[in-house]
């Protein structure tokens, strides 16, 4: 039996048979990855084609189906939620700079800013790696995502953590 596949709208890429990252989710088993796709919107078009539901509308009960052809399943490992809640209860008390010690860096990020891209040297790092996370690793932002969400609407928690 051929895999199924599916995956969110959002997730698309703009254009089709351009090769990109997409997260997808085996609809067999349930297991979420990230992989080197081509999609399209017919078999013929790609080399090994299976078939993915793409899921759309607010409680993505809509769907309309397209094909996929895996080039290669990025091994980002299982995300260890326990491993990013002990992180965000840590940093909730902990400074947020991040300091790489590194010249070139700084310089490119300098650039950035004298000439005019960004307006801090901060805010571009910021906006690159999330950019260079939400291309390359948007299953561990989705996950911190729910994990941060978590956290903002736990009352309990975040009383007994302003109080310390």
Do not use: C
């Not at 067999?28 to 080399?47: C, G, H, N, Q, S």
């Not at 840590?90 to 400074?95: G, I, K, L, N, V």
């Not at 990020?109 to 260079?132: D, K, M, N, P, W």
């Not at 975040?158 to 310390?164: I, K, S, V």
Request: net charge negative.
């Amino acid at each position: 039996m051929s895999k199924h596949y599916i995956t969110t709208e959002e997730h698309l890429p703009d254009e089709e048979l351009a090769e990109t990252t997409l997260q997808i989710t085996d609809a067999e088993t349930k297991r979420i990855f990230e992989a080197r796709v081509r999609i399209a919107r017919e078999p013929d078009e790609l080399t090994d084609p299976r078939p993915l539901r793409v899921v759309t509308g607010p409680h993505e009960n809509v769907s309309e189906e397209r094909y996929v052809e895996l080039i290669d399943e990025i091994d980002e490992g299982e995300i260890d939620d326990d491993l990013l809640h002990r992180l965000t209860t840590e940093q909730e008390s902990a400074s947020n700079i991040v300091n790489t010690r590194s010249d070139d860096l700084k310089v490119i990020l300098r650039y950035l800013v004298e000439s005019g891209q960004y307006e801090s040297t901060a805010e571009a790092l910021r906006e690159i790696a999330f950019q260079h996370l939400a291309e390359n690793r948007p299953a561990l932002l989705e996950t911190y995502e729910d994990v941060r969400t978590e956290f903002e609407a736990d009352p309990l928690r975040r009383a007994l953590t302003d109080g310390e």
